[in-house]
């Protein structure tokens, strides 16, 4: 008879155990599948061909390209939905602008799983941070968004 409590103990604490272990801890955000992935990076966006045509860089003057390239991923799938919409919202100089970004996959170039969007300084544009985010919507309700880390260094700078 005690051996039979002891497993039946047990087998409820397993049981209690895989429940819990389901439970999101503090400080997470369940993962349903219910929020897009969204990921990418900034590089200097000069026409093909160009030397620095798609360089990885964070410091911008004024009248040059800043790209944005990203993606967004269904958690559920692994996989972007062509469909859906980013923006990227740019705000510099006490403006915020909302600037759409477009599909970059082709049938010549099935490879480039990716949206842009460009945004030229503008001329007149001050030196400093431009803080900028970029949010995605697909065609069922999900969202996601992407923000840079906080740190200064690593923010779009216009520079002289």
């Given amino acids: 008879m005690k051996s039979s409590y002891r497993y039946s103990a047990l087998a409820a604490f397993i049981a209690v155990v895989a429940i819990a272990a389901t439970w999101p801890l503090a400080g997470q955000t369940p993962s349903g599948g219910d929020r897009l992935i969204v990921y990418g ?10 030397p620095r045509n798609c360089i990885l860089n964070n410091q911008f003057k004024p009248g040059e390209p800043v790209g944005f390239r990203m993606t967004a991923i269904n958690p559920a799938t692994g996989k972007r939905d062509r469909a859906t919409q980013l923006v ?7 403006k915020t602008l909302d600037i759409p970004m477009r599909d970059r996959q082709t049938e010549k170039q099935p490879e480039r799983e990716f949206w842009v969007a460009k945004w030229m300084v503008p001329d007149d544009a001050p030196t400093g941070i431009v803080r900028y985010t970029v949010t995605a919507k ?23």
């Fill in 138 to 160: 697909d065609s069922q309700g999900r969202s996601g968004e992407f923000k840079p880390f906080e740190v200064q260094a690593s923010q779009i700078t216009i520079v002289q």
């Fill in 88 to 94: 990227v919202h740019l705000t510099y100089a006490g």
């Fill in 41 to 50: 990076d900034v590089v200097y966006f000069y026409p093909p061909g160009q």
